[in-house]
Nanobody, 125 residues
Framework: VQLQASGGGLAQAGGSLRLSCAAS????????IAWFRQAPGKEREFVAA????????YYADSVKGRFTISVNNAKNTASLLMNSLRPEDTAVYYC???????????????????WGQGTLVTVSS
């Protein structure tokens, strides 16, 4: 699976951005899709995931209530809608996918087999 992330850019605090992740080579169907982010000087961290392209979603506490992950299996794309953005949301955002992840590992980055190239989100105060 090849993943292509897009949609990053500059936003003001309180604003919104939508990130997209397009898959090729294999469908998203039954895969777990996640978004991670890495801020300058920090380790990569879990942001959100949707388990096996179903309806169960999981979020980091820092984004819960502000970010929404979704998958469109027909278009083979995943999205991360980010509302009420904060300067601390500034990071490179990566989409990731895995066909065989177990639920207990959903927040662990090395559990994912496929990764997009990252898209930069910058939030100004």
């Amino acid at each position: 699976v090849q993943l292509q992330a897009s949609g990053g850019g500059l936003a003001q605090a309180g604003g919104s951005l939508r990130l997209s992740c397009a898959a090729s080579g294999r469908t998203f169907s039954r895969q777990t899709i996640a978004w991670f982010r890495q801020a300058p000087g920090k380790e990569r961290e879990f942001v959100a995931a949707i388990f096996r392209s179903g309806s169960n979603t999981y979020y980091a506490d820092s984004v819960k209530g502000r970010f929404t992950i979704s998958v469109n299996n027909a278009k083979n794309t995943a999205s991360l809608l980010m509302n009420s953005l904060r300067p601390e949301d500034t990071a490179v955002y990566y989409c990731a996918a895995s066909p065989s992840i177990i639920l207990s590992a959903i927040r662990v980055d090395h559990s994912y087999a496929y990764w997009g190239q990252g898209t930069l989100v910058t939030v100004s105060s």
